[in-house]
């Protein structure tokens, strides 16, 4: 009918929206006591917190472009302890920020020699944060358990004697990319 154009635009868009929703398989490795990437992207800081769930603590930041995958992964192997839901605003991902002041999700997880909590946070773009597990649920090593919708970040907090394995700057992938080792 001549609307090559806009058939050329939808086909894009739905193209765009396949790519942004894929969900590859994962294969953890066989790493003694690792925690894995929680999501892919680039990691964007390591810094030393005090989480009231894990204690002395290492947050790693992860920032998920929109050409990421978001499917989100257990670090660890463990029971869910608590999720907790806190609405907030929408502030770039990449902002220090964020971590506090935007909506996010965060899974407290007791493995077996450690506690560890994951947190899903929404950016500019994200404005859904999908989390699928509930307390009681127990998790495996690199399992899918959420996504978060468009650009966004997630972090990791582990205890603070874990041996950390990756950089500021570096390309991780969830499930597979060992964030650390703990002692």
């Known amino acids: 009918m001549g609307w090559w154009p806009v058939a050329a635009l939808c086909a894009a868009a739905a193209l765009a929206c396949l790519g942004f929703f ?3 398989e994962r294969r953890p490795p066989d790493v003694p006591g690792a925690l894995v990437a929680p999501a892919d992207g680039r990691v964007m800081g ?7 769930w894990v204690g002395a603590a290492v947050r790693m ?3 998920l472009s929109p050409l990421d995958v978001h499917v989100n992964r ?3 192997a463990g029971l869910v302890r608590a999720v907790d839901y806190a609405p907030g605003r929408f502030l770039a991902a990449y902002c220090a920020e964020a971590s506090e002041q935007n909506e996010r999700c965060t899974v407290a997880l007791e493995g077996d020699s450690a506690r560890v909590a994951v947190t899903q ?3 500019v773009l994200a404005r859904r944060i999908v989390c699928r597990v509930r307390p009681g649920d127990k998790l495996a090593l690199g399992e899918r358990y959420g996504l978060i919708r468009f650009g966004s970040r997630t972090d990791l907090i582990a205890p603070r004697g874990i041996e950390v394995r990756v950089r500021v700057g570096e390309r991780v992938r969830g499930g597979e990319s060992v964030m ?3 002692r």
């Open 22 to 24: 894929r969900d590859p």
């Open 46 to 52: 390591i810094v030393e917190v005090n989480d009231a």
């Open 61 to 63: 930041s992860i920032f």
């Open 74 to 76: 257990a670090p660890a």
């Open 121 to 123: 946070i929404s950016g």
């Open 180 to 182: 650390g080792v703990l």
